[in-house]
């Protein structure tokens, strides 16, 4: 779809800080708040804009640290559907919280978050590779995370200028 | 001895000191200000660019380079001078790598100037024009860029301004306090000034990366004004490189060749790690240029929208990261304004004055900070001028 210039930039705009007020965005693109919100509206009915989120650093939160795998996953294609139907048996569970078709040596990366190892464990051993399709797993468990959705989670960028200057 | 005071240099001994130095030490030693009085990028150097300045560092590139800069620099300004700017000049002996745009303007007026010679500074500007051309040896002659017309300078208030003295005229756009720019027609206007009475143009074109609406002229680009401009940028603002200290010169080659001579002997070089991160900036740093530049847009709009919105007039400004308002109706001079807001709501602003007589009942707000920064910025704008 082709988007204007200006919903283009209420994208952008929203894709860096979702909870920025509308009144502002309008002003930034120089419309009316009335055509920013149906603007925005429209990118939310067509799914352009599919969901305001939070980047949440759950490792700061006791108790509720979680891990995080990344799978690598091979399938065997089914003829007619290809890797969508295997797929969607993969991201209809809760625990993925990601899931992409990759080219190279694997098929399919699926993003797993559970609040224990053992968990994840368990749920790669009895749901991912007892699935028909399934030809093996490698699961790569994330020791640290230090950029997450192009947010650097350590803040770095602090002003370092000098408050008056010509 | 004589007392100390005696032995400094008369010229010297007479040149005001900015007037923006007494607002840094009042709004340094206050805590929580919100810093609108900045005059520079809120970005980072680019990492690539700071990357190469490291490699270069690794590698034992610490020595100097050649006095104009080095010439894989000097090609690569040429290159992009030309194809974004449509001012062609040539690497060996056209242009001069300098230490910051400010040295560019040093160099470029002690090497046209002789005791007496004039100078038409346009004013609002920045700060160092009027003392280097008087530590030059020269005479600033100033004429005003009225708020009626945008602050865009009028070619025949210039004129009137024209001497059998004068040498000279020192333009800057995007301009630094107003943000205005001039578009073609009122260049050319200029130009013809210039021609008509056999002058030089200092065009000062550090924030030519940084126009929002219209695209963006460069004097030298102007008919026949080659030939008659010193042309001076930099990586300061476009690229975010403030503390690099590196910028350009670009000029006839007798003035380049002459300009040579002062930054030779009194420079020798600009700092050869700096160098080699300009280098980097100008092979691969257009696209973060480009994304800065629609970042500066969006502040604009949402804050001098912001400013009209509680009562402080400001025309749109075209280029660089400045809003210009006009605080007239409060009935306070830019310095009590400014020095009330710093006090009493924490934000600081620099008072229009200190950049010339017409910037009176002004003040200059840089945009170049976060939207979160510049939202409460307003906030607290709004509470002070309310409660009035």
């Known amino acids: 779809m082709k988007l204007s210039e200006k919903e283009l930039e209420i994208v952008e705009i929203l894709e860096r800080d979702a909870r920025i007020p509308n009144e502002d965005v309008a002003k930034m693109v120089n419309l009316s708040l009335e055509e920013t919100e149906a603007m925005m509206k429209k990118l939310e009915d067509q799914k352009i804009i599919v969901k305001y989120s939070s980047i949440v650093d759950w490792s700061k939160i006791s108790g509720h640290e979680g891990v995080t795998a990344m799978i690598d996953v091979k399938v065997t294609p089914k003829r007619g559907k290809g890797f969508d139907d295997v797929a969607e ?21 699926v993003v797993i978050e559970g609040k224990s190892m053992n968990e994840v464990a368990q749920f790669v051993s009895e749901k991912l590779s007892t699935l028909d399709s399934v030809i093996s797993t490698t699961t790569h468990f994330i020791l640290k995370k230090y950029k997450h959705d192009g947010t650097i989670f350590e803040k770095l960028d602090d002003d370092k200028r000098i408050v008056v200057s010509p | 001895m004589k007392q100390t005071k005696s032995y400094l240099s008369k010229t010297v001994d007479e040149l005001r000191p900015s007037g923006i130095r007494r607002f840094f030490d009042l709004a340094a030693g206050i805590e929580g200000v919100i810093s609108l009085g900045v005059g520079e990028p809120d970005f980072v150097t680019s990492w690539s660019v700071r990357e190469a300045a490291i490699l270069s560092l690794e590698q034992g590139y610490t020595s100097y380079t050649a006095n104009a800069g080095l010439m894989d620099l000097r090609e690569e300004i040429s290159a992009y001078m030309e194809k974004n700017f449509q001012a062609p000049y040539s690497a060996k002996s056209e242009i001069i790598v300098t230490v910051g745009a400010s040295q560019a303007l040093d160099i470029a007026l002690r090497a046209i100037l002789d005791p007496g010679d004039e100078v038409i500074v346009v004013e609002p500007c920045f700060v160092s024009y009027g003392p280097l051309v008087t530590l ?17 300078v009028r070619a025949n208030d210039i004129e009137k301004a024209i001497t059998n003295r004068t040498k000279a005229i020192m333009i800057c756009s995007p301009n630094n306090p107003t943000g205005s720019m001039l578009n073609r027609e009122e260049l050319e206007e200029i130009a013809n000034i210039a021609k008509k009475y056999d002058l030089i143009i200092l065009s000062d074109e550090i924030y030519a990366e940084l126009s929002y609406d219209e695209k963006y002229v460069s004097l030298a680009a102007i008919e026949g004004m080659k030939e008659r401009t010193i042309l001076i940028s930099g990586f300061s603002k476009g690229f975010a490189m403030t503390g690099w200290r590196l910028g350009f010169v670009c000029a006839p080659e007798e003035i380049t060749q002459a300009m040579l001579k002062i930054h030779q002997y009194a420079m020798m070089c600009a700092p050869t790690m700096a160098q080699y991160a300009a280098l980097e900036a100008l092979k691969n740093g257009r696209e973060d240029v480009e994304e800065m530049k629609k970042s500066y847009r969006r502040r604009r709009n949402y804050f001098v929208q912001s400013l009209n919105e509680i009562g402080l007039d400001c025309h749109i400004p075209g280029g660089a990261f400045y809003a210009f308002p006009s605080i007239k109706r409060t009935g306070l001079s830019s310095e009590q304004f400014a020095e009330r807001l710093l006090l009493e709501e924490k934000v600081a602003v620099v008072p229009g004055d200190v950049f010339g007589a017409s910037g009176e009942g002004h003040i200059r707000c840089s945009y170049a900070s976060s939207m979160e920064q510049l939202q409460e910025a307003v906030k607290r704008m709004k509470r002070f001028i309310d409660k009035l």
Request: aromatic share 14%; no cysteine; glycine share 10%.
């Open chain 2, 136 to 152: 030059a040896g020269g005479k600033g002659v100033t004429v005003q860029a009225e708020k009626e017309n945008d602050f865009k």
């Open chain 1, 89 to 109: 048996r993969i991201y209809r569970y809760k625990e993925v919280k990601a899931l992409y078709l990759m080219s190279g040596a694997y098929d399919l990366s």
